[in-house]
Every structure is written in C-alpha cells, then in structure tokens.
C-alpha cells in the first residue's frame, strides 16, 4: 500500500502525460497481484466501496480513538497521549 501511496503522490507532481505513464509503468512492473489489480481499480476509477458508509467509517474510528484513549490515560505526561 506504501507504494501505491508512493505512485499517487509522485503522479501528482509529474508534469507531462509520457512521464506519468513511465511511472506507472514502473509500479505496474514492480508489484504482484493482487496489489496490482487494487491499484489499476483505484486508478480507473472502478474500485468501488459499496458498505463503507459514513456511519460505518465513523463507527469504526470511534472504537478505534477509544482504545488509543485507554492505551494512553496512562501516560497522560505524554505529548501525544489521547490522540488518535
């Protein structure tokens, strides 16, 4: 996923279409599947996340924010605790 990352943010400030498509070459070269199949998805636009709702996502976040709370109640002399 690091890479896929990598591959947005570089195509973002490549200028020129030739040198995008180099660079997609390159990732499309370098990876396996699936990853190469989740990332031709996302970049076509057919990648489509039909149950992830906005209360789904907002669920999941707050369980996720309420165990980095706990975790970190301990350590409250800490500059990070209770982030999530």
């Known amino acids: 996923m690091n890479r896929f990352a990598e591959l947005l943010d570089r195509l ?8 995008k498509l180099r660079l997609m070459t390159e990732y499309f070269r370098s990876v396996g599947d699936p990853e190469r199949g989740w990332a031709l998805a996302a970049l ?5 996340f039909q149950h992830a709702k906005p209360g789904i996502i907002r669920t999941l976040m707050a369980e ?16 990070d605790a209770g982030r999530c």
């Open 12 to 19: 973002a400030y490549e200028g020129g279409r030739n040198n």
């Open 44 to 48: 076509t636009g057919a990648l489509t």
């Open 64 to 79: 996720r924010c309420r165990h980095s709370l706990r975790a970190g109640s301990t350590s409250s002399t800490r500059p």
